[in-house]
């Protein structure tokens, strides 16, 4: 039975923690149980007279120190003085730094690992606590007896999420096909990927526009197909707050740049007269309300069909006239 | 949970620490300590004595259980040991951080768990070192019904009954009924779940679109019932729900991104023909008014109808 592979990365990290000089690639292949037995083969010939297994085993210990370093562990290679490649896991600089959590601090920090429904982040949440229980974080009693009576939960249901999340850490260009929301056709873009914000439910990717060379803001449900990155470095410099909320702000309208007056009937409308900022009762069943005018108030008043009448600006009245011609035509 | 190598691999190393320092550890304990079930933990303890530095002249973990306790015999022997606690990798600073700094803005945490979470995120940053720098690249914003959150919150935790005047989008009207709350949760928006007197059912309520809340004297008294599993869409229409077809334009295709549907088929013209079931068409006579030449309902016609009649009159009132 081949040797399960968290055996062989617990092997692996033991023996990079456990050595105070370099080991050479060869000495960790003879190290460890896992190597050896895939140096063997599954076939007659003796390992050695194989190249295709030395093929193998490279590809397998660059994966495994991938893997490894992933967990956090800082692996170094260092050129030992016959030319050959040597590695180790110093433990000063492997160790958890001093950390002292209390029962509440435990407590809270158990909720909020919990929030994520995305896999890698949970999984990492989960590893993460453990390290601090390694560390001496107390065990708390009943994370949900002493708490707030909320749950919280962080949506992911985007496909394009964890490469963008990575590509994002690791400072990488991507390129991804993405649908402006009117557009029939996705296009590609070319994009170096500064942070990722999730604001009412949905994520968003903030980042530099190669081709447009400009900041852009994108929709991740919005982008089609596989998000590819390239081990390439950035272009651009990366700024020190990156605006993703205030952009989708401005799509989504909150932003107002002046005022509307509308007729509303009454009983009807409540989110438009929440917002209100002078309400007048007209006495024949219909109140005027004055209401922030931004983008996209025309789409959002006509929802409300006969029950909301646009008073002023004519541009907005326009729009909306325009807009019910359209549904009347059917 | 499906154990993947990296996350086992990544539990071993603390668990190695952990255990180190508390000999005869219960497997109970250990398995809470960890966030893993027990049969996790047992197939953990089931790899640990094939790792070691044996092959480099030093020994195997010895470690065993007998299902109850475990006993770690060489904790001292040479090349076992991986000493302190590991630094966090990046990604597990992220999770945790961003989690954190997310839920200390949930409005509504009590003030003590709030002091603690960022007394802990502090702790956590100074820690983390440079793995906690990625953790800005991921930012997390809630709603923040603050006002109604709290009456809320304090409804739950008094079990007594609320009274809302609550905002129907689909209807646009304002009902008020009297509930019994159950829980609150946060997904993207946040939310109240209730046993809702008036219809006899469960009922889940957006806290953006209530209007009003007061807490009622009457104490709270929902019939027992099972949570609903958040992991899950909130909208899981029914089968028997009625059908309906919306055919969009490209200008259309956010429909898609907003409404669960069973099926959505590019057109030629780049747009979509999305099917959904509603328990409520009419609900949905916003969303073609909305859509105006972006799209428009296939099926059933008297949706198509009732939207193009309330055009025709609101239309009429602007003396088109």
Known sequence: MAIAKAERLMNLALCLLGTRRPLSKGELRASIEAYIEAGKGAGGAAAGDDPGNDDAFNRMFERDKDD????????????????????????????????????????????????????????????????????????????????????????????????????????????????????????????????????????????????????????????????????????????????????????????ATGTARIKVRAGHGYPLRARALATHDLGDGWDELEIPYGHGLDAWLVEFGPDVIVLEPAELRAEVIDRLRAVAKG | MATNAIDQTRRMLSLVTYLRERPGARVTDVARAFGITEDELIGDLDVLPMCGTSFRGGDLLDIDTDGDRIWWHNPDASGTSTGEPLRLAADEATALLVAARAVATLPGLRESDRQALVRATAKIEAAAG?????????????????????????????????????????????????????????????????????????????????????????????????????????????????????????????????????????LADGGLRITLRTPDPASLRRLALRLGRDGRIAAPADLADSARDAAREALAAYGE
């Open chain 2, 130 to 266: 440079e793995a906690a720098g990625a953790s800005s690249r991921l930012s997390v914003t809630f709603e923040s019904e603050g006002g109604v959150f709290a009456d809320a919150d304090r409804a739950i935790s008094e079990r007594r009954r609320v009274w809302l005047r609550y905002y129907s989008p689909a209807r646009d009207e304002l009902t008020e009924r009297e509930v019994d709350p159950i829980r609150l949760f946060a997904v993207g928006h946040t939310y109240m779940e209730a046993w809702c007197r008036l219809s006899e059912a469960r009922r889940t309520f957006r806290l953006d679109r209530v209007a009003e809340i007061r807490i009622l004297d009457e104490p709270s008294d929902p019939p027992p019932v099972e949570l609903r599993d958040l992991s899950e869409g909130l909208v899981q229409p029914a089968a028997e729900d009625p059908e309906v077809v919306i055919e969009v334009g490209p200008g259309g295709r956010w429909v898609a991104e907003y409404y669960p549907h069973d099926s959505a088929e590019e």
């Open chain 1, 68 to 255: 490894l370093r992933e967990l956090g562990l800082i692996i170094e290679t260092v050129e030992g003085l016959d030319g050959e490649t040597g590695y180790l896991a110093r433990r000063d600089s492997n160790r958890l730094p001093a950390i002292t959590l209390d029962v509440e601090e435990a407590a809270a920090l158990g909720l909020a690992a919990r929030v994520w429904q995305q896999a890698r982040l949970a999984a990492a949440a989960s590893g993460a606590l453990q390290k601090l229980a390694a560390a001496g974080m107390p065990l708390a009693e009943d994370p949900y007896g002493t708490h707030s009576a909320l749950e919280t939960r962080i949506p992911v249901h985007e496909a394009a999420f964890e490469p963008l999340m990575l590509a994002a850490r690791d400072r990488r260009p991507v390129v991804f096909d993405y649908r402006k929301s009117n557009a029939a056709r996705p296009e590609q873009r070319r994009v170096e990927p500064w942070a990722l914000e999730c604001w009412r439910g949905h994520w968003y990717l903030a980042g530099w526009d190669r081709d447009r060379q400009a900041e852009r803001v994108f929709r991740l449900s919005r982008i089609t197909g596989k998000v590819r990155s390239r081990a390439l470095p950035f272009t651009a410099p990366v700024p020190d707050h990156v605006t993703v909320r205030t952009t989708v702000e401005r799509w989504a309208g909150e932003k």
